[in-house]
């Protein structure tokens, strides 16, 4: 893997860039998340990477590190999924 942080030329943007390799892969396919530190990125936030067969399932898998506050949303309507 490797993690970039920096400035998007072309939007201005504050830009974070995350690239798996074929063994991350590998681990995402076998149920087990990629937690990144933020702190380790200069980030006030930590980023974990999981995958998942479907929507219901990734929710399913993420439910222990929710709290009552955490807010899922769709990617392809942006509107919050109730967990």
């Known amino acids: 893997?490797?993690?970039?942080t920096g400035v998007?030329?072309?939007?201005?943007?504050?830009m974070v860039g995350l690239g798996l390799s074929e063994g991350n892969l590998?681990?995402?396919?076998e149920g087990k998340p990629i937690h990144?530190?933020?702190?380790?990125?200069?980030?006030?936030?930590?980023?974990?990477?999981?995958?998942g067969e479907t929507e219901?399932?990734?929710i399913e898998m993420c439910k222990p590190l929710m709290?009552?506050?955490?807010?899922?949303?769709?990617m392809l309507t942006n509107r919050p999924i109730k967990n």
């Open 1 to 4: 893997m490797i993690k970039m």
């Open 8 to 14: 998007n030329e072309v939007t201005g943007q504050t």
């Open 26 to 29: 590998g681990r995402l396919r």
């Open 36 to 51: 990144i530190f933020g702190a380790e990125m200069g980030l006030p936030v930590d980023i974990v990477i999981f995958w």
């Open 56 to 58: 219901e399932k990734l």
């Open 67 to 74: 709290s009552k506050e955490t807010v899922v949303r769709d």
